[in-house]
């Protein structure tokens, strides 16, 4: 037996960046050819597409983890290496997707449309791809990014233009069914209908959607009954048509106060992609006019609801008496709704570049270390994430691009001392302020290494500085070398 699932929550993993290689070119009579190492390939995407074909979220149900591979590593000879396979997940049409704290991160609608739910990591640069003017034989690479990793929560809302409410036995899947091809389950007990029905519906040149959802009971937007689980499937209709059951012979049960009843639930309902359920268009259809009680209930309360300013139509479903005025005044109210929307505005690529003065990162105390700081900025973090701390060199090289960003001054600005915390990414460091980086003269060491991370070669080297400056001689060029 099938099931209908319009809710789940999956987790997504996009794929892993490749990392850079180190490799230096050799061959006969050339031992040192010059660096060669490929960059690594892209990591996949998550993406989630709309398929008209699926109408159902019950994939997720059983299978809520979705990966895509990682990118291949470079290798030698400028090789890159391959990029991983975006994974594809098709979703059906009005799926609405949200963080797990209710935040809407999109809606999709269409055949076709994309959301990429989670971005595969960038592939790291290989040695070849780092040669500088200052740097001509590079010993790192940089590591490939890791890729997103998040939990996503997934709700179907029907795309319908009208919408069927009511209480349950009120005869609206009966109603779906005449004024459509579909055939929706019908019995003589309560809560026939677990699952939202759609139908398509033709009156004149006007073709639309309507749908039924599982009868509403006082309390549904409080989760009573099926209501509040299925109310998200009414939220994108453009015309809320009340069904009213004239044969019930419950106590305490009349059309008014059906309606009534109804109308504080949906007042209460707050539908998650904003707009409220008691501003849409109403309509009334008092059913069962074949019981000959139910005529005479419906003739009685018919003034009542016109005096509301509703518009009113006695049907029955068994005799199909009032089916085709009330196909065409819906098919009416839903032109309308469709004419009053604003033409959609074209496609448009909307570029803001970046201020001059924008440094693209920011600073801030942490709580965490007294006397820390924590550097906040995606290219800071992304900069951190590539980097190989086991290489002495591609620390270094990390250093002059913080340096050259101007995150060494900033830190300075913000009154950072001598060996306090400071932490980028998951990485915290021991800042020491004099440590030449950036534009900052540096003698170049073996590949691999960074004469700035040994403390006593720094040492040195400013001994000979002090010393040559205080006779007024200039440091020589074949020890220091301009970034």
């Given at each position: 037996?099938?099931?209908?699932?319009?809710?789940?929550?999956?987790?997504?993993?996009?794929?892993?960046?490749?990392?850079?290689?180190?490799?230096?070119?050799?061959?006969?009579?050339?031992?040192?050819?010059?660096?060669?190492?490929?960059?690594?390939?892209?990591?996949?995407?998550?993406?989630?597409?709309?398929?008209?074909?699926?109408?159902?979220?019950?994939?997720?149900?059983?299978?809520?983890?979705?990966?895509?591979?990682?990118?291949?590593?470079?290798?030698?000879?400028?090789?890159?290496?391959?990029?991983?396979?975006?994974?594809?997940?098709?979703?059906?049409?009005?799926?609405?997707?949200?963080?797990?704290?209710?935040?809407?991160?999109?809606?999709?609608?269409?055949?076709?449309?994309?959301?990429?739910?989670?971005?595969?990591?960038?592939?790291?640069?290989?040695?070849?791809?780092?040669?500088?003017?200052?740097?001509?034989?590079?010993?790192?690479?940089?590591?490939?990014?890791?890729?997103?990793?998040?939990?996503?929560?997934?709700?179907?809302?029907?795309?319908?233009?009208?919408?069927?409410?009511?209480?349950?036995?009120?005869?609206?899947?009966?109603?779906?069914?005449?004024?459509?091809?579909?055939?929706?389950?019908?019995?003589?007990?309560?809560?026939?209908?677990?699952?939202?029905?759609?139908g398509v519906v033709t009156a004149g040149d006007t073709v639309f959607t309507i749908a039924d959802v599982p009868g509403l009971i006082p309390g549904a937007s409080q989760g009573k009954g099926l209501g509040l689980e299925f109310l998200r499937h009414i939220e994108r209709c453009a015309v809320l048509v009340h069904v009213v059951d004239c044969a019930t012979v419950a106590p305490g049960r009349d059309p008014l106060s059906d309606v009534d009843a109804l109308e504080r639930e949906l007042a209460a309902y707050t539908p998650t992609l904003g707009g409220e359920l008691a501003s849409r268009p109403r309509m009334v259809v008092l059913n069962k006019i074949d019981v000959p009680d139910a005529r005479e209930l419906a003739e009685l309360v018919r003034p009542e609801f016109a005096a509301r300013g509703l518009a009113v139509h006695c049907v029955s479903t068994v005799t199909t008496e009032g089916?085709?005025?009330?196909?065409?005044?819906?098919?009416?109210?839903?032109?309308?709704?469709?004419?009053?929307?604003?033409?959609?505005?074209?496609?448009?690529?909307?570029?803001?570049?970046?201020?001059?003065?924008?440094?693209?990162?920011?600073?801030?105390?942490?709580?965490?270390?007294?006397?820390?700081?924590?550097?906040?900025?995606?290219?800071?973090?992304?900069?951190?994430?590539?980097?190989?701390?086991?290489?002495?060199?591609?620390?270094?090289?990390?250093?002059?691009?913080?340096?050259?960003?101007?995150?060494?001054?900033?830190?300075?600005?913000?009154?950072?001392?001598?060996?306090?915390?400071?932490?980028?990414?998951?990485?915290?460091?021991?800042?020491?302020?004099?440590?030449?980086?950036?534009?900052?003269?540096?003698?170049?060491?073996?590949?691999?290494?960074?004469?700035?991370?040994?403390?006593?070669?720094?040492?040195?080297?400013?001994?000979?500085?002090?010393?040559?400056?205080?006779?007024?001689?200039?440091?020589?060029?074949?020890?220091?070398?301009?970034?």
């Open positions: 037996m099938s099931r209908f699932v319009d809710r789940v929550v999956i987790h997504v993993a996009a794929g892993d960046g490749g990392h850079g290689c180190t490799s230096v070119h050799r061959e006969k009579f050339m031992p040192l050819g010059g660096p060669d190492g490929g960059n690594g390939g892209r990591g996949g995407d998550v993406v989630l597409v709309v398929d008209p074909g699926v109408h159902t979220l019950l994939d997720f149900h059983y299978r809520s983890v979705a990966r895509a591979s990682s990118g291949k590593p470079g290798q030698g000879g400028n090789r890159n290496g391959a990029e991983g396979e975006d994974q594809q997940l098709r979703v059906p049409d009005g799926t609405v997707v949200l963080t797990p704290d209710g935040e809407v991160l999109a809606d999709l609608m269409g055949e076709g449309t994309r959301f990429v739910a989670a971005a595969g990591g960038r592939g790291g640069l290989g040695n070849a791809a780092l040669v500088s003017r200052t740097r001509k034989a590079p010993g790192f690479a940089l590591l490939g990014e890791p890729g997103e990793s998040r939990e996503l929560v997934l709700e179907l809302k029907s795309v319908a233009d009208v919408g069927l409410i009511g209480f349950p036995s009120a005869g609206k899947s009966s109603l779906v069914s005449v004024l459509s091809a579909a055939r929706p389950k019908i019995a003589d007990y309560p809560f026939t209908t677990l699952v939202p029905n759609l089916l085709r005025e009330l196909r065409f005044a819906l098919g009416a109210a839903v032109r309308h709704h469709r004419e009053s929307l604003p033409p959609p505005e074209p496609a448009r690529v909307v570029m803001r570049p970046a201020a001059v003065n924008e440094s693209g990162f920011d600073i801030i105390s942490d709580p965490d270390r007294p006397g820390g700081f924590i550097v906040r900025g995606a290219r800071p973090q992304r900069w951190v994430r590539q980097t190989n701390f086991d290489n002495a060199e591609a620390v270094g090289y990390l250093a002059d691009r913080l340096a050259r960003l101007g995150v060494e001054e900033a830190l300075a600005g913000a009154g950072a001392l001598p060996g306090c915390p400071v932490t980028i990414g998951e990485v915290t460091f021991d800042w020491e302020p004099a440590t030449p980086a950036g534009a900052v003269a540096v003698r170049l060491g073996d590949r691999g290494t960074d004469w700035r991370l040994d403390r006593d070669e720094r040492t040195s080297v400013a001994h000979r500085k002090a010393a040559r400056r205080s006779r007024r001689q200039p440091v020589a060029d074949d020890e220091v070398e301009q970034m």
